[in-house]
T-cell receptor
Framework: ETGVTQTPRHLVMGMTNKKSLKCEQH?????MYWYKQSAKKPLELMFV???????ENNSVPSRFSPECPNSSHLFLHLHTLQPEDSALYLC??????????????FGPGTRLLVL | DQQVKQNSPSLSVQEGRISILNCDYT??????FLWYKKYPAEGPTFLIS?????DKNEDGRFTVFLNKSAKHLSLHIVPSQPGDSAVYFC???????????FGQGTRLTINP
């Protein structure tokens, strides 16, 4: 499989649930990103990882917890979310952090609904 | 404060005509600009980019124009085709700053 994959594609969860989003990139890239896309808003950068180390956290609430066990995999652990967290969550990768301001490659996203 | 703005949430164009999508930015430090295209149920895919040392970059039917003094860029698609119907995101970066700043997107619909 090529490119950037994300699972699940759709997720419905209650506010007390704990769930995880998974991202895998098959491009040999060293940098990975989590974005949130809400309706009619710009993509919001949440977290940046380079070589499995978190290099940026854009004031994201602690109910979102990222994990990067290796350079190919990125997780977003979710717990006690709020309905306003419902959005499309996109994962992306770039060849390395220095090229993060150039081309990034995106997965198809996970559409999350919090009830 | 939103640094990259796409003020038209939607645009409808007849097949065969020119589509022009616009993007404005506020940060004069931005020196690299990109357009991404997004179909429903898919992630954004890179379309075309331009560095601030240029004012035009062309790739087939797609041309991006950059007006640094106006802090404005535009994407021209000619001729427009039904497969061009998608959401188009403008993005900007400061090279070496390691991240992209996105606009909110413009939904383009090409009518047959």
């Amino acid at each position: 499989e090529t490119g950037v994959t994300q699972t699940p594609r759709h997720l419905v969860m209650g506010m007390t649930n704990k769930k995880s989003l998974k991202c895998e990139q098959h491009l040999g890239h060293n940098a990975m990103y989590w974005y949130k896309q809400s309706a009619k808003k710009p993509l919001e950068l949440m977290f940046v990882y380079s070589l499995e180390e978190r290099v940026e956290n854009n004031s994201v609430p602690s109910r979102f917890s990222p994990e990067c066990p290796n350079s190919s995999h990125l997780f977003l652990h979710l717990h006690t979310l709020q309905p306003e967290d419902s959005a499309l969550y996109l994962c992306a990768s770039s060849q390395d952090l220095e090229r993060g301001g150039e081309t990034q490659y995106f997965g198809p996203g996970t559409r999350l609904l919090v009830l | 404060d939103q640094q990259v703005k796409q003020n038209s949430p939607s645009l409808s164009v007849q097949e065969g005509r020119i589509s022009i999508l616009n993007c404005d930015y506020t940060n004069s430090m931005f020196d690299y600009f990109l357009w991404y295209k997004k179909y429903p149920a898919e992630g954004p895919t890179f379309l075309i980019s331009i560095s601030s040392i240029k004012d035009k970059n062309e790739d087939g039917r797609f041309t991006v124009f950059l007006n640094k003094s106006a802090k404005h860029l535009s994407l021209h698609i000619v001729p427009s085709q039904p497969g061009d119907s998608a959401v188009y995101f403008c993005a900007a970066s400061i090279q070496g700053a390691q991240k992209l700043v996105f606009g909110q997107g413009t939904r383009l619909t090409i009518n047959p």
